[in-house]
């Protein structure tokens, strides 16, 4: 399935935090001052000090997790169970091509990968700037949209506030931006990944900490898609063989790869195509039997 460049999409996007939200760093603070639990923080490449960011592992799982139970509303074995029921746990042939194993793994193994088989996507650390320029105004907007806030142990025999059990955590409620890779996806993958989107977008899906408490509602805004492909006209990989186009004509220049970004109308127009005709592949692809 990655044997063979046939097209890539990188979606690029911002997400807003519309209610408190918080990556937690899980590190024990040293400073009396400090919250107990902290935003997490690293330096990058052009920052000289920490800045908050989301790390992709963290934008990923709950995508996924949320991905699982929609497909598995539709088939029970559409997605399989990480634990002891994970579809490649027993797969043991080694000599196997990247095909097979695709074949043999449940629809969401195909687009998030398993410890056998890559992922179809790739996401990325979302940062507090969209480029380098941004950097130096970062840090005083992360102190303007910084908030320390407080919880309390509830005593469920008494209903009253447990003893010695406040504490302290920090919500960051600046935007981030971040894209996400799909390499070679089937049409129902990539047209599966905006609707999770709008699924964001309607608070279905949480993200960070608290988010039983009222926090971690996200706002994600798809801003360009940049897409790369190798034939005369955009084409999808197929585990059939059957490479299939979109009924959108596609513009990208270049000679041995062909590439395009697409932002505003272009990109919405794009969106709303991708969804509505990768339905039905989407459909045939949760009812057919894996091998």
């Not at 990247?98 to 996401?123: D, P, Q, V």
């Not at 003893?163 to 920090?170: D, I, P, S, V």
């Not at 049409?187 to 408490?213: A, T, V």
């Not at 009924?247 to 790869?257: H, L």
């Amino acid at each position: 399935m990655f044997d063979k460049f046939i097209s890539s999409f990188v979606i690029n996007f911002k997400v807003e935090p519309q209610t408190g939200f918080l990556i937690a760093s899980g590190k024990i603070p040293i400073d009396p001052i400090e919250p107990d639990t902290s935003f997490v923080k690293a330096r990058t490449t052009y920052s000289d000090y920490p800045l908050p960011y989301i790390p992709g592992s963290s934008f990923k799982g709950p995508i996924r997790a949320f991905t699982e139970s929609l497909l598995r509303s539709k088939n029970q074995n559409a997605a399989c169970d990480l634990g002891e029921g994970n579809c490649m746990k027993n797969y043991n042939n080694k000599k196997d091509s990247g095909i097979e194993r695709y074949k043999h793994a449940c629809l969401a193994c195909r687009m998030f990968g398993s410890t056998k088989m890559a992922s179809k996507l790739r996401f990325d650390d979302l940062l507090p700037y969209k480029s380098i320029d941004e950097i130096e105004g970062v840090l005083n907007r992360v102190r303007e949209k910084s908030t320390i806030r407080n919880g309390i142990k509830i005593d469920r025999a008494k209903g009253t506030a447990a003893g010695g059990a406040l504490f302290f955590y920090e919500s960051i409620t600046i935007p981030f931006y971040g894209s996400i890779t799909a390499k070679n996806p089937e049409k129902w993958q990539l047209g599966l990944i905006f609707q999770i989107f709008d699924h964001i977008n309607s608070g279905y899906i949480k993200f960070g900490h608290s988010k039983s408490r009222g926090m971690g509602r996200l706002k994600i805004e798809v801003e360009s898609i940049d897409i790369a492909y190798t034939g005369e006209k955009l084409t999808f990989w197929d585990l059939n063989g059957e490479n299939k186009g979109l009924n959108i004509e596609i513009n990208g220049s270049g000679d041995f790869v062909k590439t395009v970004r697409l932002e505003k109308d272009d990109m919405l127009k794009f969106i709303d195509a991708i969804k509505d005709e990768s339905k039905e592949e989407l459909e045939r692809a949760v009812n057919t039997k894996r091998e």
